[in-house]
């Protein structure tokens, strides 16, 4: 089954030339299906970029999936056209009244800011404030997650002596969860940032569980104990060559950045890197759909 997006989001025919599944809104209309609604807050600078990985691991479902884009109105990217954000995407003031079968809260090139002074972070707690009552199931990724459990649960991150950038093997804490059904014992998953939460403060927490973890990356994936909410710390979704175009985009300002760890062979840099986390990254977003949105939303969506 597909991904239902605008008839002319740019991640279409992206999506299409690699023979992913996707329903325009026409044919949509004509089903007699109530599809999942799911929400992603993008808080990314590119953002045609992030809007085209996660739908990329959204499509590959049985599950028909009404997909809307969601930016903050008390700050506008930079790096988006205008057109683009004006066409695409819709505010919190034209949402909040409406319940969602699953949202997704991405990451942002913040961490290294407290969180009170990202210049959305009050927008952002509302937001948050508003998936306790009106979203069934709520992903955070990378900075999402360290935000949603400082906003949720009070947990601190913390600042790490340099940036973690790289591919990262990561063990299975609970092979019984279904987030990580059919998961090898071991996974690789990229990693690119500059903070990080620790295991004993999730620990401490008794509404968390600790499902998946890192001898080099740390905490990998948490979640609420009534899977309502999901904290993961890496990128699943990234492409094959996120991590060199961001060691080249630092090379060129000048920046002090190591290579990308496990990612280039034999750490170098002119040579195409080898993606070992593609299929850990699909199963990851077919099984938060399939088991903690589908299995358990309500049909009648308005009483979530």
């Known amino acids: ?34 599809p999942l609604n799911v929400l992603i ?24 999936i009404q997909v809307e884009l969601l930016q903050t109105s008390s700050y506008v990217s930079r790096h988006t056209d ?6 695409f995407y819709t505010t919190f003031d034209k949402v909040k009244d409406r319940k969602f079968d699953g949202m997704i809260i ?12 990202v210049d959305y972070w009050p927008e ?22 360290q935000a949603g459990l400082y906003y949720h649960h009070g947990i601190q991150k913390r600042s790490l002596p340099q940036k973690l950038f790289g591919v990262y093997e990561h063990r299975v804490l609970k092979p019984s969860s279904p987030l990580f059904r059919g998961f090898d014992d071991v996974f690789f998953a990229p990693n690119s940032r500059y903070t990080e939460v620790w295991a004993k403060d999730i620990l401490a927490r008794p509404e968390l569980e600790l499902i998946a973890d890192s001898d080099e990356a740390g905490v990998f994936a948490v979640k609420t104990q009534d899977s309502r909410f999901f904290y993961v710390m890496g ?5 094959s060559d996120t991590l060199a175009r961001e060691y080249q985009r630092d090379v060129d300002k000048g920046l002090d950045i ?29 099984n938060w759909l399939n088991y903690y949105v589908y ?6 969506i308005g009483s979530i």
């Open 235 to 239: 990128h699943l979704e990234y492409d």
């Open 106 to 117: 991405t990451g942002a090139p913040v961490e290294n800011m407290d969180f009170d002074q």
């Open 124 to 145: 952002l707690c509302e937001i948050m404030e508003w998936t306790k009552t009106h979203v069934h199931s709520t992903l955070h990724i990378c900075w999402g997650a």
């Open 295 to 300: 299995q358990t939303t309500p049909y009648d």
């Open 258 to 286: 190591a290579v990308p760890a496990h990612y280039f062979p034999n750490d170098d840099p002119s040579r195409k890197p080898v993606v070992r986390w593609r299929s850990a990254g699909q199963l990851f977003y077919t």
């Open 1 to 34: 089954m597909p991904i239902r997006i605008p008839d002319s989001l740019p991640a279409r025919a992206v999506l299409e030339g690699e023979n992913i599944f996707v329903m325009t809104e026409h044919r949509a209309m004509h089903q007699d299906i109530r």
């Open 82 to 87: 205008e057109s683009h954000l004006d066409s």
């Open 41 to 64: 807050l993008n808080l990314m600078p590119t953002k045609i970029v992030t809007e085209t990985q996660i739908l990329r691991k959204l499509s590959n479902t049985p599950l028909q």
